[in-house]
């Protein structure tokens, strides 16, 4: 599986706004027990849409002042960011087929 490089507050108009690629950004923490059971998924992911799509994490705790921005109430949260606009956003834990079903059509 692919590693999921960590995208921190001071980075994140470079590395997802600015983005030429779609982003999906897994907002998440190392405590949240349904971040750890979405983790495989988001690396399967990063794997299947290589060259495609960037895949990053963001440490919620790390980055409290994006997570407000953001408007993130509950993690996990995963968020697809297109031409640095939000085109989806799913919150909580949902299997890789529902994730997949909710960001293609953006892809």
Sequence with gaps: ?????????????NEVI????????DFTAVWCG????????????ADDWAGKVKVLKCD?????????????????TIMLFKDGKVVERVTGYKPKDQLINKMLPHL
């Design 18 to 25: 600015k983005s030429a690629l779609p982003v999906l950004v």
């Design 60 to 76: 919620a705790d790390q980055n409290p002042d994006l997570i407000t921005s953001l408007g993130i109430m509950g993690i996990p």
């Design 1 to 13: 599986m692919a590693e999921v490089s960590y995208v921190l507050e001071g980075d994140f108009d």
């Design 34 to 45: 349904p971040c750890k059971m979405v983790d495989p998924i988001i690396r399967q992911l």
